[in-house]
């Protein structure tokens, strides 16, 4: 019951922040120098602290004299920030700079005439040459763009604790692993007397990643287009089945997921506590900041079914449309865009810089490797994280994802997602 009350919640937050209306355009950034700056986002687990310090740290090293307000939002995925930031752009009163996704959440602010056109940091700092084309897309609207990305995590990841797969006779996954072989590996575990898979649930967004994995593994590439396109059948066999095997997954989840966090959970599998966590690699970073060792005692892959394809989790700031500390905010998002901060605050985070004139060398194997599945692999925008599609169409999904958690229902589903669709046509 708590994991399905987490995820009404969360649907209940998105609702809110989907409804501040463009009422009247809020002035523009003051560009007066003034000696201070704040920031939200909901970096506040122990990589994301230590990430966001890279940040803060390059800032003040370049403008000394700035105090900057570091106001994170406690709960991952971002859903209590943004309720935060929805009251606070409500009421007239933004942050100077926030975090946010490309894309579909980007555009809704866009929209809501909410952020400022930072085009000229982005062409001043070299991104516009050196981002990949979809996420340049992602940050630009009719011709101008709206953010400065951070650096990517991958989205469809499976980590895995090598001593609970050795104890249940599993072998380690390696290429061409199926969700078939994994719901099998699962069952083994379960058998041998551990706990099969953690899941942070307390953070919804991790169910509906598990979904949204799942899906993909599913409908491929080719599906995620046509649901994109609005012109996916969410009533066909393939949703049935996608929705049969997350069914039997959540079965084989941890019994006291709705009172983990994500990073709990992570933080579970590294001390042995399950089997197997999928969870974009923010994980990794976290894995390795609590002392786990790639390889020799947590691995990862991607996830079943998924390996051409990268769901990308592209963290981004945007600067209010009416910063009172906007010449900071600006020169804020300046410093972001900068390759070594970049490449630091990566190797913090477990993600990759995504600009591609950085040198990654220095970075760990797995995330050389993800840096160049970013670069080579099909990349894909989250449903989860709001980028696929508009902030109404995240929200409808994630009630689907809640009305089939709590009835097992396909068909709840399906009609819970239609409506959704119906209400919410595709940004473009």
Not at 204 to 213: D, H, R, Y
Not at 263 to 272: H, I, Q, R, Y
Not at 368 to 376: C, F, W
């Amino acid at each position: 019951m708590k994991l399905k009350r987490a995820l009404a919640a969360v649907a209940a937050t998105m609702a809110l922040t989907t409804g501040i209306a463009a009422c009247g355009a809020p002035s523009s950034p003051n560009t007066e120098a003034t000696n201070e700056l704040e920031v939200i986002s909901w970096w506040t687990s122990g990589s994301e602290e230590q990430a966001l310090n890279v940040l803060i740290d390059a800032f003040k090293a370049k403008y000394p004299d700035v105090e900057v307000v570091n106001a994170p939002v406690t709960g991952g995925g971002g859903a209590p920030a943004q309720v935060v930031l929805a009251q606070r752009l409500l009421a007239g009163d933004p942050p100077d700079v926030w975090q946010t996704f490309p894309n579909g959440a980007l555009q809704s602010y866009v929209g809501q005439r909410q952020v400022a056109d930072v085009s000229t940091i982005v062409t001043d700092t070299g991104l516009d040459k050196a981002l990949p084309q979809v996420v340049l897309d992602g940050l630009t609207v009719e011709g101008k763009q709206y953010g400065v990305p951070t650096s990517s995590h991958r989205g469809n990841v499976l980590f895995f604790n090598l001593d609970e797969l050795r104890k249940a006779g599993v072998a380690k996954p390696g290429n061409g692993y199926t969700t078939k072989a994994w719901i099998a590996d699962l069952k083994k575990v379960k058998a041998s007397g551990g706990v099969p898979l953690c899941l942070g649930a307390q953070d919804s967004f991790t169910t509906v990643a598990l979904f949204e994995n799942i899906l993909l593994s599913v409908i491929g590439p080719a599906g995620w287009d046509q649901i994109a396109a609005d012109r996916f059948n969410w009533r066909g066999a393939q949703v049935r089945e996608a929705l049969d095997q997350f069914g039997e997954v959540l079965d084989l989840a941890d019994p006291a997921a709705a009172g983990l966090s994500w990073d709990a959970a992570t933080k579970k599998l590294g001390d042995g506590g399950c089997a197997f966590e999928t969870m974009n690699d923010s994980a990794y970073g976290e894995l390795v900041k609590a002392g786990a060792v790639d390889g020799r005692t947590f691995g990862e892959v991607p996830f079943p079914g998924t390996e051409s394809s990268y769901v990308a989790v592209v963290d981004t700031f945007v600067q209010a449309r009416a910063a009172e500390n906007g010449k900071n905010a600006a020169e804020f998002l300046a410093v972001l865009a900068d390759p070594t901060v970049q490449l630091n605050f990566s190797k913090a985070k477990g993600s990759v810089p995504v600009r591609t004139d950085v040198d990654v060398s220095s970075l760990s194997p797995y995330q050389q490797s993800a840096s160049k599945a970013l670069r080579d692999s099909r990349v894909l925008w989250s449903i989860t994280h709001g980028s696929l599609m508009s902030p109404s169409f995240q929200q409808g999904f994630y009630s689907a994802v809640n009305a089939y958690v709590r009835t097992r229902d396909a068909k709840a589903f399906s009609s819970t997602l239609i409506d959704a669709v119906a209400a919410a046509p595709p940004q473009r």
